[in-house]
């Protein structure tokens, strides 16, 4: 769902499980996306990107999946740890003809249960 | 590479006065880009260098707020006479700009709290 002000989408998950975060993103222009991990009180960490020629890619741990035709991007997140508990947002850029400008999403609040 | 640099982390500040931001970007990065990021939102863009050459503003960037970038390295926001409504976390982030690698890096951001 949408956040509204602080109420942002929250995912619970006990660890050692699979998290899986969703994203819809709003330009079919978009042509490069990254997911972001954000702590309290810290800037937004690189986690892992993609291009719009693919529809998946992994990382350690973490994996995107990419489905242009109805704009929706996921990460996934294997074996999920006390530390990866964070917000989670996804960013579109917009291209060149936008100033390669990234838009990002509300963000998902994933918290993981010990 | 030690990353992109931001002070001060904190600044708490009086309704009225003008504050300056500092950001150094990860060296030899062309782009550099300023956000605004409030509780419980995503970052919201506010500017963007393009080397020392500002290319874009949003409209959320007033009269009061203003960038600069003089020598395409560091780069400096000062907003003026500030309002309790600009309180929120400033981020700057940067790229290295080129078509293969347009990988986006945050710094810790400026926690502004105007009084």
């Known amino acids: 769902g949408e956040s509204v002000g602080l109420h942002l989408p929250t995912l619970s998950v006990q660890e050692g499980d699979n998290s899986i975060i969703n994203c819809a993103y709003s330009?079919?222009?978009?042509?490069?996306f990254i997911w972001y991990k954000q702590e309290s009180g810290k800037g937004p960490q690189f986690i892992i990107d993609?291009?719009?020629?693919?529809d998946k890619r992994q990382g350690q741990r973490v994996t995107v999946l990419l489905n242009k035709t109805v704009k929706h991007l996921s990460l996934q997140i294997a074996a999920t740890q006390p530390g990866d508990s964070a917000v989670y947002f996804c960013?579109?850029?917009?291209?060149?003809?936008?100033?390669?400008?990234?838009?990002f999403g509300s963000g998902t609040k994933l918290n993981v249960k010990p | 590479d030690t990353g992109v640099s931001q002070d001060p982390r904190h600044k708490i500040t009086k309704r009225g006065q003008n504050v300056t931001f500092r950001c150094d970007p990860i060296?030899?990065?062309?782009?550099l880009y300023w956000y605004r990021q409030t509780l419980g939102q995503g970052p919201e863009f506010l500017t963007y260098?393009?080397?020392?050459?500002?290319?874009?503003k949003s409209r959320l960037l007033s009269d009061r707020f203003s960038a600069e970038r003089p020598k395409g390295s560091f780069s400096t926001l000062e907003i003026q006479r500030t309002e309790q409504g600009d309180s929120a976390m400033y981020l700057c982030?940067?790229?290295?700009?080129?078509?293969?690698?347009?990988?986006?890096?945050f710094g810790s951001g400026t926690q502004l709290s105007v009084l």
């Open positions: 982030a940067s790229s290295p700009g080129s078509l293969t690698n347009e990988k986006l890096f």
């Open positions: 330009n079919s222009a978009s042509d490069y």
């Open positions: 993609i291009r719009s020629n693919m």
């Open positions: 960013a579109e850029n917009l291209g060149l003809y936008n100033f390669n400008k990234f838009y």
């Open positions: 060296s030899e990065h062309n782009r």
């Open positions: 260098f393009q080397n020392e050459a500002q290319l874009e």
